[in-house]
Nanobody
Framework: VQLVESGGGSVQAGGSLKLSCAAS????????IGWFRQGPSQEREAVAI???????PPIYADSVKGRFTISRDENTVYLQMNSLKPEDTAMYYC?????????????????WGQGTQVTV
């Protein structure tokens, strides 16, 4: 399994960015898959997650509801980030696991990407 993020960068407050996570070695819809972030001196937190359960809505952190949208196609998971705030500054990671979708995710059984930096 390999997850490769892209799309990070620097943006002014109120701006938008779209992150992409190219997934290989797994079937996206059969896995828990989503986005996490870790800011300076902060613990890693879940941002938005898809469950493998058909028809389940994505899980969003309260801090991003109404601003961020997770989506997916056959091979890629996206995170559209609008109305960005300075507190959204973090390294953003894509992650996947076979079960146990609600966060927090244990390290065991989770595959992580290398991360992409977002600075607001």
């Amino acid at each position: 399994v390999q997850l490769v993020e892209s799309g990070g960068g620097s943006v002014q407050a109120g701006g938008s960015l779209k992150l992409s996570c190219a997934a290989s070695g797994l079937t996206i819809i059969d896995n828990c898959i989503g986005w996490f972030r870790q800011g300076p001196s902060q613990e890693r937190e879940a941002v938005a997650i898809f469950s493998y359960i058909r028809g389940s809505p994505p899980i969003y952190a309260d801090s991003v509801k109404g601003r961020f949208t997770i989506s997916r196609d056959e091979n890629t998971v996206y995170l559209q980030m609008n109305s960005l705030k300075p507190e959204d500054t973090a390294m953003y990671y894509c992650a996947a696991r076979r079960s146990g979708c609600p966060p927090p995710w244990r390290s065991q059984g989770t595959t992580w990407g290398q991360g992409t930096q977002v600075t607001v």
